[in-house]
T-cell receptor, first 112, second 116 residues
Framework: AQSVTQLGSHVSVSEGALVLLRCNYS??????LFWYVQYPNQGLQLLLK??????LVKGINGFEAEFKKSETSFHLTKPSAHMSDAAEYFC??????????FGTGTSLTVIP | EAGVTQFPSHSVIEKGQTVTLRCDPI?????LYWYRRVMGKEIKFLLH????????ESGMPNNRFLAERTGGTYSTLKVQPAELEDSGVYFC??????????????FGPGTRLTVL
């Protein structure tokens, strides 16, 4: 069975500071891992994904995440937060039949 | 190219009433998924259509929920009768035909359902 744990339902960072959103997963098969972002009144938008190959994946808007199998983690980072990054972020794992399992989400606040 | 659209964006109904949510996937996408997020909880899978057929409906909460996808285009999700615990945001997603081992899912903006 697949599941996702996102530590911290709310994270606040200062503008320009490092963003770190944590995600740990469990999966009985090699996982496909994703980060989605939801801006207010919009749908879920794919930030980045890991399927195979390089474990450090880069996404849109300067975000990146590293797949660490030994730690069963897929944490999302961005070196310097921008006000426009304020949104809700969801980590997800997918199995071979493309059913997605999401975490509970992390709401990111950026303080000017 | 238009994305996944959902209607309505918000719905407020009383317990016992019926509500029908609609999802229009990206044109040409055979796969259509419904998900639900209850406040503060994770987004949970409800069911998966491949064209007009239900591929997996293991996430449907109970028989008060009925999903259809006539003609393999848009889909509706009906809740009848609605209960308080049905409140949440209902997301729809679509993806192309599964010609590879993985398909990215494209999500709609969701329908926020409030049952009073």
């Amino acid at each position: 069975a697949q599941s996702v744990t996102q530590l911290g339902s709310h994270v606040s960072v200062s503008e320009g500071a490092l963003v770190l959103l944590r995600c740990n997963y469990s999966s009985s098969v090699p996982p496909y891992l994703f980060w989605y972002v939801q801006y207010p009144n919009q749908g879920l938008q794919l930030l980045l994904k890991y399927t195979t190959g390089a474990t450090l994946v880069k996404g849109i808007n300067g975000f990146e995440a590293e797949f660490k199998k030994s730690e069963t983690s897929f944490h999302l980072t961005k070196p310097s937060a921008h006000m426009s990054d304020a949104a809700e972020y969801f980590c997800a794992v997918s199995d071979l039949v493309n059913q997605f399992y999401f975490g509970t989400g992390t709401s990111l606040t950026v303080i000017p | 190219e238009a994305g996944v659209t959902q209607f309505p964006s918000h719905s407020v109904i009383e317990k016992g009433q019926t509500v029908t949510l609609r999802c229009d996937p990206i044109s040409g996408h055979d796969n259509l998924y419904w998900y639900r997020r209850v406040m503060g909880k994770e987004i949970k899978f409800l069911l998966h259509f491949v064209k007009e057929s239900k591929q997996d409906e293991s996430g449907m909460p109970n028989n008060r929920f009925l999903a259809e996808r006539t003609g393999g285009t848009y889909s509706t999700l009906k809740v009848q009768p609605a209960e308080l615990e049905d409140s949440g945001v209902y997301f729809c997603a679509s993806s192309p035909s599964a010609l590879s081992s993985y398909n990215e899912q494209f999500f709609g903006p969701g329908t926020r359902l409030t049952v009073l």
